[in-house]
Structure formats: C-alpha cells, structure tokens
C-alpha cells in the first residue's frame, strides 16, 4: 500500500522560504512522476511542480523561478523548496504519486504566507 506523508508546512511572512517533504512508504523509483499540488480554500487542486522518473520537471507558472522540486531516489522522499513566498502561496500542499495510471495522495500540509 502506498503512503505519502507531507511534512514542513508552517506559518511564514512573505518573501521567506519553506522546504517541504514528502516520504513515501516504499520505493519512488519506479513511480512514473512524483509531484506537488496545492488546494487553496474555495479554489480547486492545482499543480505545482512535478518531476519524472527521469528528473524532468515541470512547474505551475506562477511559481517558475521560485520553488524548486526534488527527488532522492535512495531515501524515497520528495522535496519542495520554496524561495520568495508570496500570501498568493497560501493552500494545502499535497504530494502525489503517478504511476500506472493512478494517484496517491498524502494527507496535506498547510503552509500559510501572511505578516
């Protein structure tokens, strides 16, 4: 059975930076793509930034240039670092796994950009 458990979400004011992580209960090298979105209160889950078994990655615009996703194949976890955080950035950020055709989710970390 698939786990993913976000951690690293907080409270931060704007133009400060978070890291996010992601580990999975077993091997994420043989995930299709690892990736991140996000659900902000009334607004649907977006993608932010995903990357493929073979490290490309892909990012939402609005958040180009300043996160940066990550994968460490040997301890099976996902990162997200985000630089310049914006109150914009408020949501719960959720991990996702893809492969074969099917999602897995974490539970969600709240991260929330306000001074």
């Known amino acids: 059975q698939v786990q993913l458990v976000e951690s690293g979400g907080g409270l931060v004011q704007p133009g400060g930076s978070l890291r996010l992580s992601c580990a999975a209960s077993?091997?994420?090298?043989?995930?299709?793509?690892m990736g991140w979105y996000r659900q902000a209160p009334g607004k649907q889950r977006e993608l932010v930034a995903t990357i493929s078994r073979g490290g490309s990655t892909n990012y939402a615009e609005s958040v180009k240039g300043r996160f940066t996703i990550s994968r460490d194949n040997a301890r099976n976890t996902v990162s997200l670092q985000m630089n310049s955080l914006k109150p914009e950035d408020t949501a719960v950020y959720y991990c996702?796994?893809?492969?074969?055709?099917?999602?897995?989710w974490g539970q969600g970390t709240q991260v929330t950009v306000s001074s």
């Open positions: 077993g091997s994420i090298y043989s995930a299709d793509a």
């Open positions: 996702n796994r893809h492969q074969y055709g099917l999602n897995y």
